[in-house]
């Protein structure tokens, strides 16, 4: 396996001490786009978020330390999950945030569970962006909000990494999935053009 190959699968996948490595170059290459998903988000105390490819959780550090809101993350990678319940432990013995090991596609959640999702860098690797969608759907309340946080495909070019594993979404197909949902969507460039933030409101 080649190296850019070996970084795409850490960033789809992280496993091992690759995985430790890639998420903590990953967290600081990506701040800016943490902040500006944190911002839209509007976190406060009442609200139940869901990050959907939590990694080490270190956006859900971030939201347990503004807000007093209940938090839980999900990622398909077992091993980042003990690092993310390592930095958040507080928090978990608290009970203000949980984790749990699951693919998008189908999370053990409740119908209308959550007011707030997000997911940052991480619909590049979804098998299937309508399926993923309607799954979304289901456990955010009505009147929830979702945001789905990425960089250009633009951007996505100039990265070597990226030629392997990564999906290709235009603006257009992430608007017409959820609007075929029924969701209310709106898109707002970030870091001044080079990523962006799809939101998406549950009208009903």
């Not at 699968?9 to 800016?32: A, C, D, E, H, Y």
């Amino acid at each position: 396996m080649g190296i850019n190959s070996y970084i795409s699968k850490q960033f789809s996948n992280p496993s091992g001490l690759g995985g430790k490595i890639v998420t903590s170059i990953m967290n600081r290459q990506n701040r800016p786009l943490y902040d500006e998903t944190v911002r839209l988000l509007s976190p406060h105390g009442n609200d139940s978020i869901l990050d959907i490819g939590c990694g080490n959780g270190y956006v859900l550090n971030m939201l347990a330390h503004q807000c007093g809101g209940v938090f839980t993350g999900i990622d398909i990678s077992e091993s980042i999950l003990q690092a993310a319940s390592q930095r958040n432990h507080t928090s978990i013995e608290s009970g203000k945030m949980s984790f749990s090991c699951c693919d998008v596609s189908a999370m053990p959640f409740s119908d209308c569970y959550f007011s707030k999702a997000y997911t940052i860098n991480t619909v590049y690797f979804w098998d299937n962006l309508d399926s993923e969608m309607k799954e979304i759907r289901r456990v955010l309340k009505p009147g929830g909000l979702f945001i789905n946080t990425l960089y250009t495909n633009e951007t996505l070019s100039r990265l070597s990494h990226t030629q392997f594993g990564y999906k290709r979404y235009t603006k257009e197909q992430l608007r017409n999935a959820g609007a075929d949902l029924g969701f209310t969507v709106s898109i707002i460039p970030v870091l001044n053009g080079a990523a962006y933030c799809v939101l998406y409101t549950r009208t009903n």
